[in-house]
């Protein structure tokens, strides 16, 4: 394998969980000695944890922030519990609850995850996000019965439904319609559409590369002073890693330059 990875190993039957991590050329295992066992994109094991390309991971990437906000809710609340876990997973804000922008790298939900597992091993019960990203209902799937059925050739549901987590209060709400249109926006710049950049940042007005997007549409449409302020106030926001702050800031530059001319 030529990519580096990190994978969840656990056992009921020894109520442990270490994380393996890898990469193409070294492997090493993590184990925090605790109840409890979190993981982000980084690595965390005595083997990996300084080397260089993890530290270029640990100093550019959104990875530390979604683990000290992952800690951060883990620490709430109390005892963890099924219901607790899918409501971290679903988590859209930043650190101490900030609205850092729907979308936003540095979200535990970042909007873009095809589905989400959560497994209660010593009960054998497996729960499975329904769309859409993690804030559909999540179905719970008993893996005794299901391990149990026989010659099984009839189409119907296994799932069992006494013990379905419902749906996310977020769904149906101005704030979700609003990111739905945002998404709309996005859609018609990749197909290179014009759009209104003011209606596109409205619709997600905390999220710095909604402020991106529309500075660099508009450094295309050579409108500079327009994109110059959008890059400014996309700086104001929670910019989920360092080589995008490098852009902006770039950008900006390019447009002073432009102004100037």
Not at 113 to 133: C, D, G, M, Q, R
Not at 209 to 238: F, I, P, R
Request: glycine fraction near 4%; proline fraction near 3%.
């Amino acid at each position: 394998m030529f990519v580096s990875e990190s994978f969840l190993i656990g056992s009921a039957a020894d109520k442990k969980a270490v994380i393996i991590e890898k990469t193409p050329d070294s492997l090493d295992v993590y184990d925090p000695q605790l109840n409890y066992i979190v993981c982000a994109n980084h690595f965390q094991s005595e083997a990996l944890k300084n080397s260089e390309a993890n530290m270029v991971q640990m100093n550019e990437s959104a990875s530390p922030y979604r683990y000290q906000r992952l800690t951060q809710l883990m620490q709430q609340n109390g005892e963890n519990t099924v219901a607790k876990t899918i409501a971290i997973l679903r988590d859209h804000k930043g650190l101490n609850d900030k609205n850092i922008g729907f979308g936003n790298e540095k979200t535990l939900n970042q909007f873009i995850a095809h589905h989400t597992i959560v497994f209660e091993p010593e009960k054998l019960k497996v729960w499975v996000s329904t769309s859409p990203w993690c804030l559909g209902k999540f179905v719970c799937y008993d893996l005794n019965k299901v391990f149990s059925l026989k010659n099984f050739i009839a189409d119907k549901e296994i799932y069992d439904s006494a013990f379905n987590i419902p749906a996310d209060s977020l769904l149906g709400t101005n704030e979700f319609s609003s990111f739905e249109r945002y998404r709309h926006y996005v859609q018609l710049l990749s197909g290179r559409k014009d759009i209104n950049t003011d209606s596109m940042v409205a619709a997600n007005p905390e999220y710095y590369h909604a402020y991106v997007l529309a500075g660099d549409y508009c450094y295309k449409k050579e409108d500079w002073k327009k994109s110059m302020n959008y890059y400014q106030t996309a700086l104001t926001k929670v910019i989920a890693t360092k080589p995008e702050e490098e852009h902006i800031k770039k950008q900006i530059e390019a447009c002073k330059k432009k102004i100037a001319s």
